[in-house]
């Protein structure tokens, strides 16, 4: 069994430009996640499963419930998920209220990996360093060097970052 699950949802972490359209899409692929974790060294097990790949914008409750099902049928009690930023605070009371005992940290990145990986990489090793490094459930949010509760952490859409309330 993994020591944590990984659930790529999508979100501007993952988004790449299409050459042809001259737009960023969410790809339907894990390669963001893939290429960060296999820079990590150490004895972690995890598994890495893709799910939804959509802009946070819009992810809409259906989704939210696909993501919590997926953590109740899980082995693991430590899950990382991968989310957009603008709607992240909603997947995080969702499943505050349907997956009660896991331990859980959402992050994301304001710019594409594909674009500016340094926000990216810090924000996925933060988290997955406080899920290894801790015991204890409840649903956390881990961006920009602070990982609080969910309830604790707001986008602060003017200065770019998450911010502790």
């Given at each position: 069994?993994?020591?944590?699950?990984?659930?790529?949802?999508?979100?501007?972490?993952?988004?790449?430009?299409?050459?042809?359209?001259?737009?960023?899409?969410?790809?339907?692929?894990?390669?963001?996640?893939?290429?960060?974790?296999?820079?990590?060294?150490?004895?972690?097990?995890?598994?890495?499963?893709?799910?939804?790949?959509?802009?946070?914008l819009a992810m809409d409750d259906a989704d939210r419930e696909q993501i919590a099902q997926t953590i109740l049928a899980a082995q693991e009690s430590?899950?990382?998920?991968?989310?957009?930023?603008?709607?992240?605070?909603?997947?995080?009371?969702?499943?505050?209220?349907?997956?009660?005992?896991?331990?859980?940290?959402?992050?994301?990145?304001?710019?594409?990996?594909?674009?500016?990986?340094?926000?990216?990489?810090?924000?996925?090793?933060?988290?997955?360093?406080?899920?290894?490094?801790?015991?204890?459930?409840?649903?956390?949010?881990?961006?920009?060097?602070?990982?609080?509760?969910?309830?604790?952490?707001?986008?602060?859409?003017?200065?770019?970052?998450?911010?502790?309330?």
């Open positions: 069994m993994a020591d944590i699950l990984i659930l790529n949802t999508g979100g501007t972490f993952n988004k790449r430009y299409d050459e042809i359209s001259g737009e960023l899409f969410v790809p339907q692929d894990e390669q963001a996640v893939e290429a960060i974790l296999a820079e990590l060294r150490g004895n972690l097990a995890f598994r890495l499963v893709g799910l939804i790949h959509k802009d946070s430590k899950i990382l998920i991968v989310h957009g930023t603008d709607t992240m605070h909603l997947t995080a009371a969702h499943l505050a209220a349907r997956c009660p005992g896991r331990r859980i940290v959402l992050t994301g990145a304001m710019k594409p990996y594909a674009y500016d990986r340094q926000e990216a990489v810090v924000n996925l090793a933060l988290s997955l360093g406080w899920l290894i490094a801790g015991e204890g459930a409840g649903v956390h949010i881990g961006m920009h060097g602070l990982v609080r509760p969910h309830a604790g952490m707001v986008k602060d859409r003017v200065r770019g970052v998450f911010r502790a309330v």
